[in-house]
């Protein structure tokens, strides 16, 4: 009996349920037909004033056909020759009143009674005024078919530029009205208030006049907030219909899409992310809610693909990548997130996206100006979608690296996105190490000559790409790297020096440089030699020294065999410049034994070839007593130190022997040294 009881109760629990649903289900219908029937009325109101629009337009094409006849009678009449100049003039003073009378009429709307016996046709007006015209040149009247336009179309319009929100339409401005709210109203209901709402929620408003359209304001704002708590707390089972999809696209649509206004900054290296302020958006208090709101929607459980890709097409992805142009970094951002999960939900536009971020890149490399915002976001979206590429990389993937990515590396601003880029390039050489070949050549290729900065980059994407290699990857480049090393240790910008110099802090360098040794060692060895204890940055000169205890301690029988070889160069150099300045005096000899000499007055420096000097100087400079000059330099590194109880203040110029030459050597415009 009891369980007899209980399938009773379940029973009449049952169609209880199906008489709740069947009654909500006739609301619903009956809700639904309401909406049809205002939709039928607004589309035959819509219809009507068509139809007036078009009944409208044929009466005003009517009437500039007629005015056109005039426009011609009045050519002919104008062109017949006037009878006397006294009647001529009395027509024109009389037709001119007829004219005055004709135009205010025009403009006030009214027709004014005419007087009998009066010309009043239009043809007589325009040919008077044609008339008029050719008679007195000097007042420049208007003419007759400026006198018409005038007349019947009023004056010309000027379209003034609207000067507010870059997505405000003037004509979409509605008023709206305050909806129940969706946590309190019935479950049955809800359905329909949300659709309602997001059809509020598409109008948009004009946030520039801060007075202008508060109420209407304010409720959209209450609106976005209510969706996003239903959709933060659960609150939209079964409500993520097709039409919620439709509904909700549409309001995305009408907020986000608009064409955005110019660039502040024309060239992207101008701008400085720490010290310039950004523009940011007006509208941003609602456009940050419609975007929570439907990133909210996209990562929903009830989202439904196959009902999204209806909505969600390549004009949608498209628009979607141009709004990466926003100079507001708050919209940039959220812009990120969204077609993170578009790439992720609707996989069919995965192609369509990775080639409209391609002819970006395009765009932003080869077109004038090259200004694009939102390069660094979208690089970090490919950060993600190379990390998920299926190996074999397929051959769109390696064109993407070379067409896409590594001529990015051309851009003046590549300060702004270049830790993105770099990402990207490593995460290529980390799924095919057979990849860092060529991107190592495309950096050398593109590689600075004079922007000290972009080349500290270079320098920075070169260690890194190089530390993902192993001893056979990177025996195909071994050569080019290392020549390249070579001639940035060598630059006279500090920082540049300073960066390559650290690479021998790393240990992936160092085991490389031990791997090929024969060639690494006398490469870099001319290029630290060259530079040590003569760079005009001390801390440089430290660094310098430091690694060629490195690389002595790499290889120290070739280490010697390579300084000897520096220091019988040096040799060769110093009996040069002797050679060389023999050959001076037995000129300067020969000169005075020529009776001529005698009322020419000669320059006698001192010394005027101190290269031999120099070059006996330099040859103590390498040899086994690199690591006692490195502790002296160590303890003596600050250039500043106190000496003798005052601050040492002047800073080391380079002691070069070719300069000092030079100095010596010169006389200004053959002036002797006592006019000096």
């Known amino acids: 009996l009891g369980l007899m009881g209980k399938e009773k109760d379940a029973e009449k629990e049952r169609k209880a349920r199906e008489k709740q649903a069947a009654k909500e289900a006739k609301e619903r219908e009956k809700a639904e037909a309401k909406e049809a029937k205002e939709r039928e009325k607004a589309l035959a109101k819509e219809k009507e004033r068509e139809a007036k629009e078009q009944a409208a337009l044929a009466k005003e094409r009517e009437k500039q056909e007629k005015l056109h006849k005039g426009s011609e009678k009045a050519a002919a009449a104008a062109a017949q020759p006037a009878a006397s100049p006294d009647k001529s003039m009395g027509d024109r003073t009389g037709s001119a009143s007829k004219l005055g009378a004709f135009n205010r009429r025009s403009m006030h709307g009214k027709k004014e009674p005419e007087k009998k016996g009066s010309s009043s046709s239009l043809a007589a007006a325009t040919a008077v005024a044609a008339a008029a015209a050719a008679a007195s040149p000097a007042h420049h009247p208007p003419s ?41 109203c019935k479950a049955a209901e809800r359905h329909d208030l949300l659709v309602k709402k997001l059809r509020q929620c598409a109008n948009v408003y004009n946030f520039e006049d801060a007075t202008a359209d508060v109420k209407s304001k304010d409720i959209k704002r209450q609106a976005l907030e209510e969706m996003l708590q239903l959709l933060r707390n659960d609150q939209a ?69 196959a009902i999204g890709r209806k909505f969600i097409d390549t004009t949608f992805a498209g628009r979607l990548l141009e709004l990466f142009d926003s100079e507001d970094p708050r919209e940039r951002d959220l812009l990120k997130s969204i077609l993170h999960r578009v790439y992720g939900k609707i996989v069919p536009l995965r192609g369509h996206i990775r080639r409209c971020i391609n002819d970006i890149f395009q765009r932003f490399v080869y077109e004038p100006p090259g200004k694009f915002n939102g390069i ?23 064109g993407f690296l070379h067409k896409a990515l590594m001529p990015l590396h051309k851009a003046k601003s590549l300060a702004l996105f270049h830790q993105q880029l770099l990402f990207c390039v490593v995460q290529f050489v980390e799924k095919d190490v057979g990849l860092a070949n060529s991107i190592i050549h495309s950096l050398l ?70 791997t090929f040794a024969p060639l690494a060692v006398p490469t870099l060895f001319a290029a630290l030699s060259s530079k040590a204890r003569h760079h005009w940055n001390r801390n440089i000169n430290t660094l310098l020294l430091t690694s060629l205890k490195k690389l002595m301690d790499v290889d120290e029988p070739l280490f010697q065999q390579c300084a000897q070889a520096h220091k019988t160069e040096l040799a060769q150099q110093s009996a040069k410049m002797h050679d060389r300045a023999s050959q001076w005096q037995r000129l300067e000899q020969m000169a005075k034994s020529n009776p001529l000499s005698r009322s020419v007055e000669l320059f006698h420096p001192a010394e005027p070839f101190p290269a031999a000097a120099a070059g006996a100087a330099d040859d103590d400079t390498f040899d086994t007593a690199v690591v006692s000059e490195l502790q002296r330099l160590s303890m003596d590194s600050d250039p500043r130190a106190i000496k003798n109880g005052k601050m040492r203040r002047k800073s080391f110029l380079p002691q070069d022997a070719e300069v000092q030459m030079a100095i010596l050597a010169h006389t200004p415009h053959g002036l002797p040294t006592g006019n000096l």
């Not at 379209?159 to 008023?175: C, D, I, L, T, Y």
């Not at 990390?387 to 769109?396: C, R, V, Y």
């Open 445 to 514: 290729h593109m590689w600075p000559r004079t922007h000290s900065p972009k080349e500290v980059m270079f320098l920075n994407e070169l260690e890194d790409i190089v530390s993902v290699l192993g001893p056979q990857d990177f025996a195909k480049i071994h050569e080019v790297f290392f020549q390249r090393l070579a001639r940035s240790v060598s630059s006279n910008h500090f920082q540049v020096a300073e960066r390559a110099l650290y690479f021998f802090n790393s240990e992936v360098i160092l085991d490389f440089v031990r």
């Open 144 to 184: 007759a078919m400026e006198a018409i336009q005038k007349a019947h179309l009023g004056a010309p319009l000027i379209r003034k530029e609207h000067q507010g929100s870059s997505r405000f339409r003037p004509n979409s401005a509605v008023q709206l009205e305050k909806l129940p709210s969706l946590q309190t």
């Open 237 to 305: 089972r079964n409500l993520l219909t097709e039409t919620v999809h439709e509904e909700m696209c549409a309001m995305f649509t009408a907020n986000a899409f608009r064409v955005l206004s110019p660039p502040s900054v024309i060239n992207g290296a101008d701008y400085d992310p720490e010290e310039d302020e950004p523009v940011l958006e007006p509208s941003w208090p609602h456009l940050q809610g419609v975007y929570d709101l439907f990133c909210l929607f996209l990562e929903h459980s009830e989202f439904n693909q």
């Open 376 to 398: 660094a976001e979208l690089l970090e979206i490919l950060g993600s979608i190379i990390n998920g590429f299926a190996l074999p990389l397929k051959e769109e993937h390696k």
